[in-house]
């Protein structure tokens, strides 16, 4: 287990390296690590690439502020997952410009393109449009959160779950490799070119072994919401029913293997 100072040192040393790579510009973005019954939350309009361990928020795991500090103004987004997936002790919501391009364009990252994106992403869905730091957003991100560790947010951003701040990260930076790696096969005109289902199956039963986990999911949770492909190319996000949302997981998956 981690001390305070330790937690607040990784989050300055997470928003580091996610300016430093482009994935926030700007005060994009923001980060927040679980300890018990007690976040750590990045403040609101800073940049994160410059955070000093006394800046981070402590919050209740509804988000309300227990040093007099404000948190960010997206903490919503973080209290609603962790209240659905007890498995989650770090999440990263980030603006990458790539995989942010694939969320404007409705197209899921979901099929198995590299093996490192199939053990530690999986399929990662785009969840519909909700205005940034409200309940809508939350709720969307919610719905969603326990078919996938990583999210698309339709004309935002995206958001990364770990074990911890670190695997959080990691797929933060991986989801935006992949989007660059998938954008250029659709240039070259060979992205139908996926990994054969013999190697996802087995790179997908390696996951566990190499610290990627299914999600675990709290029941009672509420109504999953996602957005499809063809949706959003008709012209806008919709809200899925939970049969809906499961079929659609269902042939996500099915893709993955086949
Ligand atoms: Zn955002």
């Given at each position: 287990?981690?001390?305070?100072?330790?937690?607040?040192?990784?989050?300055?040393?997470?928003?580091?390296?996610?300016?430093?790579?482009?994935?926030?510009?700007?005060?994009?973005?923001?980060?927040?690590?679980?300890?018990?019954?007690?976040?750590?939350?990045?403040?609101?309009?800073?940049?994160?690439?410059?955070?000093?361990?006394?800046?981070?928020?402590?919050?209740?795991?509804?988000?309300?502020?227990?040093d007099?500090?404000?948190a960010?103004?997206?903490?919503?987004?973080?209290?609603?997952?962790?209240?659905?997936?007890?498995?989650?002790?770090?999440?990263?919501?980030?603006?990458p410009?790539?995989?942010?391009?694939?969320?404007?364009?409705?197209?899921?990252?979901?099929?198995p393109?590299?093996?490192?994106?199939?053990?530690?992403?999986?399929?990662?869905?785009?969840?519909p449009?909700?205005?940034?730091?409200?309940?809508e957003?939350?709720?969307?991100?919610?719905?969603?959160?326990?078919?996938?560790?990583?999210?698309l947010?339709?004309?935002?951003?995206?958001?990364?779950?770990?074990?911890?701040?670190?695997?959080?990260?990691?797929?933060?930076?991986i989801?935006e490799?992949?989007a660059q790696?998938?954008?250029?096969?659709?240039?070259?005109?060979?992205?139908g070119?996926?990994?054969?289902?013999?190697?996802?199956?087995r790179?997908?039963?390696?996951?566990?072994?190499?610290?990627?986990?299914?999600p675990?999911?709290?029941?009672?949770?509420?109504?999953?919401?996602?957005?499809?492909?063809?949706?959003?190319?008709?012209?806008?996000?919709?809200?899925?029913?939970?049969?809906?949302?499961?079929?659609?997981?269902?042939?996500?998956?099915?893709r993955?293997?086949?």
């Amino acid at each position: 287990m981690k001390g305070e100072l330790a937690i607040r040192a990784d989050i300055v040393e997470v928003g580091r390296r996610l300016y430093a790579k482009g994935l926030i510009g700007g005060n994009e973005g923001n980060v927040s690590v679980r300890d018990g019954r007690v976040l750590y939350v990045t403040p609101p309009a800073v940049c994160k690439g410059f955070l000093v361990p006394e800046c981070i928020v402590k919050t209740d795991l509804e988000g309300r502020p227990l040093d007099g500090q404000r948190a960010s103004t997206e903490v919503l987004m973080h209290t609603a997952v962790y209240r659905r997936r007890s498995d989650v002790g770090g999440i990263v919501h980030a603006h990458p410009p790539t995989a942010t391009g694939f969320a404007v364009a409705g197209i899921p990252l979901d099929q198995p393109l590299t093996a490192e994106a199939v053990v530690t992403l999986g399929a990662v869905p785009v969840i519909p449009y909700g205005t940034p730091s409200t309940p809508e957003l939350a709720e969307n991100v919610a719905g969603a959160i326990c078919e996938a560790q990583t999210l698309l947010l339709a004309n935002h951003g995206a958001l990364a779950v770990g074990v911890d701040l670190y695997q959080a990260w990691e797929r933060m930076e991986i989801l935006e490799r992949v989007a660059q790696v998938s954008l250029v096969a659709r240039l070259l005109g060979r992205e139908g070119r996926h990994l054969p289902a013999a190697d996802v199956a087995r790179l997908t039963g390696l996951r566990e072994r190499a610290g990627y986990p299914p999600p675990v999911c709290e029941p009672g949770a509420p109504a999953p919401a996602v957005t499809s492909e063809p949706a959003a190319a008709a012209g806008g996000p919709v809200t899925l029913s939970r049969e809906e949302l499961v079929r659609l997981v269902a042939e996500a998956v099915e893709r993955f293997r086949t």
